[in-house]
């Protein structure tokens, strides 16, 4: 959590070049959200590999399971 206040804050304080306030907080909102895209990338990014490879193990396991007897005694 200490990582994420980290994150916002040092995005908000980024130098913005408007002049006009309502385009200041634009520009310091659109900075903070490249910072948190990033960070969320970086922290749990790969999660769609992580859940198809768990998937076609699973997958795997359930066929195997199929095609062969469970104990000795079944048989």
């Known amino acids: ?3 994420f206040m980290a ?6 304080k980024k130098d913005v070049r408007s002049s006009r306030p ?6 310091r ?6 910072k948190l895209r990033d960070w969320s990338k970086e922290r749990f ?3 769609k590999e992580k859940m198809e490879k768990l998937k076609n193990e699973a997958m795997r396991w ?3 399971a199929k095609t062969r007897a ?6």
């Open 62 to 64: 359930e066929l195997e």
């Open 70 to 75: 469970l104990s000795d005694n079944e048989r």
């Open 45 to 47: 990014g790969g999660h």
């Open 29 to 34: 909102i659109k900075n903070v959200k490249v």
């Open 22 to 27: 309502n385009w200041v907080f634009r520009d």
């Open 1 to 3: 959590m200490a990582d």
């Open 7 to 12: 994150i916002m804050v040092e995005a908000w």
